[in-house]
């Protein structure tokens, strides 16, 4: 059977976010570069489909394939690594330590914004032959996105900063749900479905994803976008990366690590005495068999 019980992929999380903290800084930010420089190619190729097509849903049934791709060759994103590399720690396995899990973040996050970053200036070369033209429908569009997208949360205040946070948290809680989704099975096209749909679900949804942002926000700038660096780090980058940590240890980490590994003794049945009338009664069992398992 290619499906594995979340007694063992849980497992299999801790095992990874381990291995994630003792990797050399080398490979951890060849990784990260890699996985940042991917999914802005698959989001530009999102935005692009739906901007040609007038269909987003479209753009969000294809911006899934770079998060694949990404995750098959084991390069690393934060949302990921923000959800495994705690459980390490959480697990005490030997030599884990706070100062580790955040070295492997920090890493992380750098190897992301370079690959990120990369590709929007390739992108904005291409799209304006050299910066000689204006970039077209693309460019517009995305420097519409970018402006709504912080400018937009700015003028709610505090409001507009929790409403991204939260986005952020409901992004990372689908998309830790594909990162989990590829472990219970050991077959490949089995792990691409299981991690299409709900990458499918927080693009569709318009949920904030800290690396998609990383492209996204210099990208518009460069495109003409009307808002600062700072506007974009203080009012989307910093809630976004912040509710990515919370909605992804919170509601996919943790439940499963402390359901499947750390789990509860089982509730013993102190009183059958009470229980072997109820049970005959349902005709399950015999009060005398009852009485006799017990």
């Not at 802005?40 to 489909?49: D, G, Q």
């Not at 691409?192 to 693009?203: D, T």
Request: hydrophobic share 50%.
């Amino acid at each position: 059977m290619s499906y594995l019980e979340p007694s063992e992929f849980v497992t299999k999380m801790v095992d990874q976010g381990e291995s994630k903290v003792y990797m050399s800084a080398k490979d951890t930010l060849i990784r990260a570069f890699m996985a940042g420089a991917i999914l802005a190619l698959a989001a530009v190729f999102a935005i692009t489909v739906a901007t040609k097509t007038g269909s987003p849903l479209v753009g969000a049934v294809l911006f899934p394939v770079g998060f694949i791709m990404l995750y098959l060759m084991k390069f690393d994103l934060l949302t990921g690594v923000f959800t495994l590399v705690p459980l390490a720690l959480l697990d005490k396995r030997p030599g884990v330590t706070v100062g580790q899990v955040l070295r492997n973040w920090g890493l992380v996050f750098m190897g992301n914004f370079a690959g990120a970053i990369s590709v929007a200036f390739m992108m904005s070369f291409i799209l304006t032959y050299g910066y000689n033209t204006d970039g077209g429908a693309i460019a517009s569009k995305v420097a519409h996105i970018g402006e709504a997208r912080t400018l937009g949360y700015q003028q709610y205040g505090l409001e507009g900063w929790l409403t991204i946070f939260i986005r952020g948290m409901l992004c990372n809680w689908m998309v830790s749900m594909g990162v989990v989704g590829a472990m219970i099975t050991t077959s490949t096209v089995s792990k691409i479905f299981a991690m299409w749909m709900p990458i499918m679900l927080f693009f569709f949804m318009g949920f904030e994803h800290s690396i998609v942002n990383m492209f996204l926000f210099p990208f518009s700038m460069i495109m003409g976008g009307g808002f600062t660096f700072m506007e974009y780090i203080l009012w989307n980058e910093l809630p976004t990366a912040l509710g990515n940590l919370v909605g992804g240890f919170l509601f996919v980490g943790l439940p499963l690590y402390y359901t499947h590994v750390r789990t509860s003794p089982e509730r013993i049945l102190k009183d059958h005495r009470n229980l072997a009338p109820v049970v005959a009664e349902a005709g399950d069992v015999q009060p005398a068999t009852l009485k006799s398992s017990i």
